[in-house]
């Protein structure tokens, strides 16, 4: 299709501005302007929550009345003025850190979760992508995002009468969706080449504004392409292994390809997740070509300014490409450059890959991403540790805790996710700017009355209840089969009733059947009169996933019952706005994945600035989040080390317990405790509690600053020292190093006690290895003797005996023989160590 297709149509001179408005997704978190969308088109407004489309389906007689009207247009004129003062307005990183940055951060993603009406995301990741981009609008922070524009996007969801969950994929025609085909300074369509076996996939450029940020999207739907390279971009996740690989070259090489046609010169590149590991690839390729060195040095210069975030748990999640499939689709891309598939094979294959014959060798992408960066996180706490353990495999005799992964816990875009109630709470407590500055820990609410917070919970909870009838009318309850049609409409549901939600995707590990493993103590919550309990449960199974779907049929056949039917419903096609609706409204958030299976879970962090309690497996951000004033965690206190195996499911039936041990004990009961004024201060105690100590803490706001300050900023300075010539200095150094360390040795290793403890001496051969590049290191493991410890030794004096042989020594806290292990590995601030150079050698 031509440009001329998505030309805009014409408007009143006077409401021109109507483009600039509805093509800035600022829309989806900002409400200034929902009133605008509704003059012109309230029910496609209410419906799509859609301004794009609002605006291209309006018609003409009905923009020319709005033209004539003088309060639409002093609406309007306030909201172009509100929206000039956005983009003009100092922020947190205009004022902090002014340039530091030079054009920016390209961040790839394969999913994008902005709005509902942008249906480029299938769950956590992408909403978190959304979410991360948002947030660096509102600090200023110059985020160029790169993405795929899906055709059909994820499915949707529709569950049949035997409870079976159907998926379509409804088209998504782009003239529809807030996004503008990108066009070059001549006002042409952008267009981008990636080389295919035999031919040339062409791709279409897209942009959607995201307040000052930008998220660029590519599209292979081009008519000159052939039909099935159309197809690369038809839909998100496909199982066919071959076009998820094509989906992540368009994405990676074609992403990275219009950076460079544009002439954006960013000065990082940030990975969310390894699909995207070929942009690395390709952004050496550019730095090789603009200062003509080779595809090694390049590697060098670049890395340190690579970022790679994995959200993964198991490694089984990583995607896998075979040897033969990437000779096929890689090679016309890597002809006539120096790296070919068994070098580009090297950087991804897993070490115990390698002894296998080469056609059955795999790439990993992870392990690409890894390879080809300076700095690689996980998104909470415990998820570090679980991603140390991950690639500690990828770092040969390195112990886990030694593996260099560091973690951001993810955060939420908290304006995105408040309900109009909170929002004019938290107004009254903490200002109108509140998200787009930085904020404290917390942010007190000490001027807001128990009466002030109910009276926000008891609305929103009320709000909700509409909502969720309206959604089950939309389901066709009048035919459905259980046995009551009131009841499956949600007339039984209760605005003064206790609400619970469960609402993610549906897979084995998340659990999302654990209440329905004691149906009779559920049952027995549900039956009370006057303490009643109300579920409200959303959620996809992934189309491939057969025990994901099964759950959904389980607790379809367990709502319908003629004691449940009611107090339990299911809202089906879980997306962006039923979530919105669901954490604005219930008083409880469930969520209880198997330890530690959930990496971060930012499910649970949405409900925060709107009152909601959060009642978790003690995992992922609730791990740090939790005490016993702000919600209620499941198995409080359970470490890292209770892992014991992907299949681990020894937890399941006690978790089981406790939950419903918390449910009737506390959260319950706690709810239900009323005071002579009908308020229950406790619960509310808890309710501002976990308000006043968490909103902020776990707010995109935070994540977003923590990136700048804690990455970004240090590895654009140590990028910055990546020169050619420093490069290649590098390079040839680690070479000769490579080269020396099979001849490195311990020659002796001794200790004695001394007044401050143990003194230990080490003497090593380092074979003419400068030793400024070598540290002597004793190790110690964690025992009854204290915690593991990492000592490093001090260079006494070369042996005048022996070339290249020098005596290191340190003092340690005594501990018994055997206890202290000495350790040779590279010494070098220039580097990201082990990831750059993971060379090390242990004392037998």
Not at 651 to 669: A, K, Q, T, W, Y
Not at 694 to 700: D, E, G, M, P, Q
């Given at each position: 299709?031509?440009?001329?297709?998505?030309?805009?149509?014409?408007?009143?001179?006077?409401?021109?501005?109507?483009?600039?408005?509805?093509?800035?997704?600022?829309?989806?978190?900002?409400?200034?302007?929902?009133e605008?969308?509704?003059?012109?088109?309230?029910?496609?407004?209410?419906?799509?929550?859609n301004?794009?489309?609002?605006?291209?389906?309006?018609?003409g007689?009905?923009?020319?009345?709005?033209?004539?009207?003088?309060?639409?247009?002093?609406?309007?004129?306030?909201?172009?003025?509100?929206?000039?003062?956005?983009?003009?307005?100092?922020?947190?990183?205009?004022?902090?850190?002014?340039?530091?940055?030079?054009?920016?951060?390209?961040?790839?993603?394969?999913?994008?979760?902005?709005?509902?009406?942008?249906?480029?995301?299938?769950?956590g990741?992408?909403?978190?992508?959304?979410?991360?981009?948002?947030?660096?609008?509102?600090?200023?922070?110059?985020?160029?995002?790169?993405?795929?524009?899906?055709?059909?996007?994820?499915?949707?969801?529709?569950i049949?009468?035997?409870?079976?969950?159907?998926?379509?994929?409804p088209?998504?025609?782009?003239?529809?969706?807030?996004?503008?085909?990108?066009?070059?300074?001549?006002?042409?369509?952008v267009?981008?080449?990636?080389?295919?076996?035999?031919?040339?996939?062409?791709?279409?450029?897209?942009k959607?504004?995201?307040g000052?940020?930008?998220?660029?999207l590519?599209?292979?739907?081009?008519?000159?392409?052939?039909?099935?390279?159309?197809?690369i971009?038809?839909?998100?996740?496909?199982?066919?292994?071959?076009?998820?690989?094509?989906?992540?070259?368009?994405?990676?090489?074609?992403?990275?390809?219009?950076?460079?046609?544009?002439?954006?010169?960013?000065?990082?590149?940030?990975?969310?997740?390894?699909?995207?590991?070929?942009?690395?690839?390709?952004?050496?390729?550019?730095?090789?070509?603009q200062?003509?060195?080779?595809?090694?040095?390049?590697?060098?210069?670049?890395?340190?300014?690579?970022?790679?975030?994995?959200?993964?748990?198991?490694?089984?999640?990583?995607?896998?490409?075979?040897?033969?499939?990437?000779?096929?689709?890689?090679?016309?891309?890597?002809d006539?450059?120096?790296?070919?598939?068994?070098?580009?094979?090297?950087?991804?294959?897993?070490?115990?890959?390698?002894?296998?014959?080469?056609?059955s060798?795999?790439?990993?992408?992870?392990?690409?991403?890894?390879?080809m960066?300076?700095?690689?996180?996980?998104?909470s706490?415990?998820?570090?540790?679980?991603?140390?353990?991950?690639?500690?495999p990828?770092?040969?005799?390195?112990?886990?805790?030694?593996?260099?992964?560091?973690?951001?816990?993810?955060?939420?875009?908290?304006?995105?996710?408040?309900?109009?109630?909170?929002?004019?709470?938290?107004?009254?407590?903490?200002?109108?700017?509140?998200?787009?500055?930085?904020l404290?820990?917390?942010?007190?609410?000490?001027?807001?009355?128990?009466?002030?917070?109910?009276?926000?919970?008891?609305?929103?909870?009320?709000?909700?209840?509409?909502?969720?009838?309206?959604?089950?009318?939309?389901?066709?309850?009048?035919?459905?089969?259980?046995?009551?049609?009131?009841?499956?409409?949600?007339?039984?549901?209760?605005?003064?009733?206790?609400?619970?939600?469960?609402?993610?995707?549906?897979?084995?590990?998340?659990?999302?059947?654990?209440?329905?493993?004691?149906?009779?103590?559920?049952l027995?919550?549900?039956?009370?009169?006057?303490?009643?309990?109300?579920?409200?449960?959303?959620?996809?199974?992934?189309?491939?996933?057969?025990p994901?779907?099964?759950?959904?049929?389980?607790?379809?056949?367990?709502?319908?019952?003629?004691?449940?039917?009611?107090?339990?419903?299911?809202?089906?096609?879980?997306?962006?706005?039923?979530?919105?609706?669901?954490?604005?409204?219930?008083?409880?958030?469930?969520?209880?994945?198997?330890?530690?299976?959930?990496?971060?879970g930012t499910?649970?962090?949405?409900?925060?600035?709107?009152?909601?309690?959060?009642?978790?497996?003690?995992?992922?951000?609730?791990?740090?989040?939790?005490?016993q004033?702000?919600?209620?965690?499941?198995?409080?206190?359970?470490?890292?080390?209770?892992?014991?195996?992907s299949?681990?499911?020894?937890?399941?039936?006690?978790?089981?317990?406790?939950?419903?041990?918390?449910?009737?004990?506390?959260?319950?009961?706690?709810?239900?405790?009323?005071?002579?004024?009908?308020?229950?201060?406790?619960?509310?105690?808890?309710?501002?509690?976990?308000?006043?100590?968490?909103?902020?803490?776990?707010?995109?706001?935070?994540?977003?600053?923590?990136?700048?300050?804690q990455?970004?900023?240090?590895?654009?300075?140590?990028?910055?020292?990546?020169t050619?010539?420093?490069?290649?200095?590098?390079?040839d150094?680690?070479?000769?190093?490579?080269?020396?360390?099979?001849?490195?040795?311990?020659?002796?290793?001794?200790?004695?006690?001394?007044?401050?403890?143990?003194?230990?001496?080490?003497e090593?051969?380092?074979?003419?290895?400068?030793?400024?590049?070598?540290?002597?290191?004793l190790?110690?493991?964690?025992?009854?003797y204290?915690?593991?410890?990492?000592?490093?030794?001090?260079?006494?004096?070369?042996?005048?005996?022996?070339?290249?042989?020098?005596?290191?020594?340190?003092?340690?806290?005594s501990?018994?023989?055997?206890?202290?292990?000495?350790?040779?590995?590279?010494?070098?601030?220039?580097?990201?160590?082990?990831?750059?150079?993971?060379?090390?050698?242990?004392?037998?």
């Amino acid at each position: 299709m031509t440009l001329a297709a998505y030309t805009p149509r014409s408007l009143p001179e006077s409401l021109n501005g109507l483009f600039q408005l509805a093509l800035d997704l600022r829309w989806t978190w900002h409400h200034g302007t929902d009133e605008l969308w509704r003059a012109l088109d309230a029910e496609i407004w209410d419906t799509t929550r859609n301004a794009w489309l609002v605006l291209n389906s309006v018609s003409g007689e009905r923009l020319e009345e709005l033209a004539a009207d003088p309060d639409f247009q002093a609406r309007y004129r306030e909201q172009m003025s509100a929206h000039g003062e956005f983009i003009q307005a100092d922020t947190w990183y205009s004022s902090d850190c002014p340039g530091d940055l030079g054009e920016g951060i390209a961040y790839f993603c394969m999913e994008y979760g902005l709005s509902e009406s942008l249906p480029l995301y299938s769950g956590g990741l992408g909403v978190l992508a959304g979410d991360f981009v948002k947030a660096s609008s509102d600090l200023g922070v110059p985020v160029i995002a790169v993405g795929l524009l899906y055709q059909q996007g994820y499915f949707r969801q529709a569950i049949s009468t035997d409870g079976e969950q159907l998926e379509f994929y409804p088209y998504n025609d782009p003239t529809m969706l807030p996004v503008a085909p990108l066009r070059d300074d001549e006002g042409q369509w952008v267009r981008v080449v990636v080389p295919f076996p035999g031919r040339h996939v062409r791709l279409r450029a897209w942009k959607a504004q995201v307040g000052r940020c930008e998220l660029l999207l590519l599209d292979s739907n081009d008519p000159r392409n052939e039909p099935g390279d159309r197809g690369i971009t038809s839909e998100l996740y496909t199982g066919d292994p071959e076009k998820r690989l094509q989906q992540e070259m368009v994405l990676g090489i074609g992403g990275w390809r219009l950076l460079e046609q544009l002439g954006r010169k960013a000065v990082l590149c940030h990975l969310n997740e390894g699909h995207c590991a070929l942009a690395l690839i390709e952004r050496a390729f550019s730095w090789q070509d603009q200062y003509g060195s080779d595809f090694q040095v390049a590697r060098t210069a670049t890395r340190a300014t690579n970022l790679f975030t994995t959200h993964t748990s198991v490694a089984s999640g990583f995607d896998h490409f075979s040897r033969s499939l990437l000779r096929l689709y890689l090679a016309p891309w890597l002809d006539g450059r120096e790296l070919d598939i068994d070098q580009l094979m090297a950087l991804g294959s897993e070490n115990g890959d390698k002894g296998n014959p080469p056609e059955s060798q795999k790439l990993n992408m992870a392990l690409l991403a890894l390879n080809m960066s300076g700095r690689f996180n996980g998104v909470s706490r415990i998820h570090q540790k679980v991603t140390q353990t991950i690639f500690q495999p990828f770092f040969p005799r390195w112990p886990a805790e030694d593996i260099p992964a560091d973690y951001v816990t993810n955060g939420i875009h908290t304006p995105s996710w408040d309900s109009p109630e909170s929002d004019a709470i938290w107004t009254q407590a903490c200002g109108k700017d509140r998200w787009r500055r930085p904020l404290q820990k917390s942010c007190p609410m000490t001027d807001i009355s128990d009466e002030a917070l109910w009276e926000m919970r008891r609305l929103q909870r009320t709000r909700l209840i509409g909502y969720l009838r309206r959604r089950l009318s939309s389901q066709h309850c009048e035919q459905n089969p259980g046995f009551d049609h009131s009841a499956a409409c949600g007339l039984l549901l209760d605005h003064e009733t206790l609400t619970l939600g469960f609402a993610r995707r549906f897979t084995e590990y998340k659990r999302p059947d654990l209440l329905l493993k004691d149906q009779d103590r559920l049952l027995k919550l549900l039956a009370s009169r006057d303490r009643p309990l109300q579920i409200v449960l959303a959620g996809k199974a992934h189309p491939y996933d057969l025990p994901g779907k099964d759950i959904i049929r389980q607790w379809k056949a367990f709502s319908r019952r003629p004691d449940v039917e009611g107090k339990v419903v299911f809202i089906e096609d879980y997306d962006l706005g039923v979530a919105n609706q669901l954490i604005q409204g219930v008083d409880v958030w469930l969520n209880c994945p198997r330890h530690p299976w959930e990496a971060c879970g930012t499910s649970g962090m949405k409900v925060l600035v709107n009152g909601g309690l959060n009642l978790s497996q003690y995992d992922g951000w609730w791990a740090e989040a939790w005490n016993q004033d702000v919600g209620w965690a499941i198995r409080p206190g359970a470490t890292f080390d209770e892992l014991s195996g992907s299949n681990n499911h020894d937890h399941d039936l006690s978790d089981v317990n406790e939950l419903f041990d918390l449910l009737e004990n506390e959260v319950i009961p706690g709810f239900y405790d009323l005071d002579g004024e009908g308020i229950p201060r406790n619960w509310l105690r808890r309710m501002r509690a976990s308000m006043d100590q968490l909103t902020a803490a776990y707010s995109a706001n935070r994540m977003v600053r923590e990136y700048v300050e804690q990455f970004y900023l240090p590895m654009a300075d140590k990028g910055s020292q990546r020169t050619p010539e420093i490069s290649r200095e590098l390079l040839d150094e680690y070479t000769t190093i490579t080269r020396h360390w099979p001849r490195l040795r311990f020659n002796s290793f001794s200790t004695s006690e001394t007044a401050e403890g143990q003194t230990c001496t080490v003497e090593v051969y380092l074979d003419g290895i400068d030793e400024q590049r070598i540290a002597v290191e004793l190790v110690a493991e964690q025992s009854d003797y204290g915690p593991r410890t990492v000592a490093a030794t001090q260079m006494k004096h070369p042996l005048s005996g022996s070339a290249h042989t020098y005596l290191y020594e340190c003092t340690v806290p005594s501990r018994p023989q055997g206890h202290y292990t000495p350790r040779l590995r590279v010494c070098d601030d220039r580097l990201n160590l082990p990831l750059e150079n993971p060379a090390i050698l242990w004392l037998k």
